[in-house]
Nanobody, 128 residues
Framework: VQLQASGGGLVETGGSLRLSCAASGLAYSSYVMGWFRQAPGKAREFVAHITGNTRHTYYADTVKGRFTISRDNAKNTVYLQMNSLKPEDTAVYYC??????????????????????WGQGTQVTVSS
């Protein structure tokens, strides 16, 4: 299994970026895809996740209304559209995959240890 994240960069406050994560080697539509981030000196934190075929989404309160997660199952790719970026959004962003099970709640997939597959991370820096 490989997850390849891309799209990070340097942007000014209020700007936008779109991250992508291409997956291979897994039954993609059967996986919940998540985005997490880690700022220097801080723990990795949940950003958003999206379920497989139903595409239900869930966001951390810190990004709700500014970020949008989506997926294209034909391309095995998940996206994170980030708008109205703030300096506190600066972090390395990671995509991750977790097998979807219908008996688990939305909150189950907000925890990093639920994900067995991770991308390499892409740096997002927001200047003030």
């Amino acid at each position: 299994v490989q997850l390849q994240a891309s799209g990070g960069g340097l942007v000014e406050t209020g700007g936008s970026l779109r991250l992508s994560c291409a997956a291979s080697g897994l039954a993609y539509s059967s996986y919940v895809m998540g985005w997490f981030r880690q700022a220097p000196g801080k723990a990795r934190e949940f950003v958003a996740h999206i379920t497989g075929n139903t595409r239900h989404t869930y966001y951390a309160d810190t990004v709700k209304g500014r970020f949008t997660i989506s997926r294209d199952n034909a391309k095995n790719t998940v996206y994170l559209q980030m708008n109205s970026l703030k300096p506190e959004d600066t972090a390395v962003y990671y995509c991750a995959a977790s097998p979807q099970t219908y008996y688990h709640s939305t909150y189950y997939y907000t925890e990093a240890n639920r994900y067995g597959y991770w991308g390499q991370g892409t740096q997002v820096t927001v200047s003030s």
